[in-house]
């Protein structure tokens, strides 16, 4: 199962592409964790891209391109998974068409897409409560999803930090940036595939449940 997640800043997309991942076997493909795993260790895309995510703009698309188009194909290779959920990308209708492109190259094909639905002021407060897992990248919230023991991840043990992008004035730049550039995918995937609306505001299992039984799971 191929499957595209869109969504605003913190609508959820992260935690519910694990979970499903995790439910179907399919690879969790999140352009945002690679760009910042680039950016921790000082490639030179993560020193391209640094400055640009801490401004909540987008990372130029041939960069994110590129690193979509190496997954996929890992992805593909990988023993025992069974498809892919695509988190973070595409996010504009370049890389929308993009997609197609190295989609068709691979004899690939996107078999359902959903979408999480949230108010713009829930997110802002969402993000601000946010906390991520520096070495596995496991998201907690302080509030609805907090950690066993405060600043320590429940899975590794590693330490628990806000984004540099989780200020609210780069919330809203980057809800600003979501509504401009990636809300006009909706549009273009609904001409195109099976297009799930979820309401991103019910608990996070509620949210996980109303995903899995649209697409099957
Ligand atoms: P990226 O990491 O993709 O960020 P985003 O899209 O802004 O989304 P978030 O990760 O902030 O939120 P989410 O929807 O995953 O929510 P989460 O599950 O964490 O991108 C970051 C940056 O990288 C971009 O701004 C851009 O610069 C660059 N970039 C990435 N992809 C790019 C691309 N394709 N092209 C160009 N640039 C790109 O949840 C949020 C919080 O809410 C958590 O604390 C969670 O525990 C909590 N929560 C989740 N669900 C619920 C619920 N149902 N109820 C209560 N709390 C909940």
Same mark, same amino acid.
């Given at each position: 199962?191929?499957?595209?997640?869109?969504?605003?800043?913190?609508?959820?997309?992260?935690?519910?592409?694990?979970?499903?991942?995790?439910?179907?076997?399919?690879?969790?493909?999140?352009?945002?964790?690679?760009?910042?795993?680039?950016?921790?260790?000082?490639?030179?895309?993560?020193?391209?891209?640094?400055?640009?995510?801490?401004?909540?703009?987008?990372?130029?698309?041939?960069?994110?391109?590129?690193?979509?188009?190496?997954?996929?194909?890992?992805?593909?290779?990988?023993?025992?998974?069974?498809?892919?959920?695509?988190?973070?990308?595409?996010?504009? $209708?370049?890389?929308? =068409?993009?997609?197609?492109? %190295?989609?068709?190259?691979? +004899?690939? &094909?996107?078999?359902?897409? #959903?979408?999480?639905?949230?108010?713009?002021?829930?997110?802002?407060?969402?993000?601000?409560?946010?906390?991520?897992?520096?070495?596995?990248?496991?998201?907690?919230?302080?509030?609805?999803?907090?950690?066993?023991?405060?600043?320590?991840?429940?899975?590794?043990?590693?330490?628990?930090?806000?984004?540099?992008?989780?200020?609210?004035?780069?919330?809203?730049?980057?809800?600003?940036?979501?509504?401009?550039?990636?809300?006009?995918? $909706?549009?273009?995937? =609904?001409?195109?595939?099976? %297009?799930?609306?979820?309401? +991103?505001? &019910?608990?996070?299992?509620? #949210?996980?449940?109303?995903?899995?039984?649209?697409?099957?799971?």
């Amino acid at each position: 199962m191929n499957l595209v997640i869109l969504g605003a800043p913190g609508s959820g997309k992260g935690t519910q592409a694990a979970r499903i991942a995790e439910k179907g076997r399919i690879r969790h493909i999140s352009t945002g964790d690679l760009l910042r795993e680039a950016v921790a260790k000082g490639t030179a895309i993560g020193k391209q891209a640094a400055g640009i995510m801490a401004a909540g703009k987008l990372v130029p698309d041939e960069i994110v391109l590129d690193l979509i188009r190496e997954k996929l194909a890992d992805a593909r290779g990988r023993a025992g998974s069974e498809g892919w959920i695509l988190d973070g990308y595409p996010r504009t $209708l370049a890389q929308a =068409e993009a997609l197609e492109k %190295v989609l068709k190259e691979i +004899g690939e &094909k996107i078999d359902a897409v #959903v979408c999480i639905e949230l108010d713009p002021e829930v997110v802002v407060k969402r993000l601000s409560n946010r906390r991520t897992c520096v070495s596995c990248k496991a998201v907690y919230h302080l509030v609805s999803n907090p950690p066993a023991v405060e600043g320590q991840c429940d899975a590794c043990g590693g330490k628990l930090v806000l984004r540099d992008d989780d200020k609210p004035e780069t919330i809203r730049k980057r809800l600003d940036v979501y509504k401009k550039e990636t809300l006009p995918i $909706l549009s273009l995937y =609904e001409g195109r595939y099976i %297009v799930h609306r979820v309401d +991103g505001s &019910k608990p996070i299992d509620d #949210v996980t449940s109303d995903i899995a039984g649209l697409i099957g799971l």
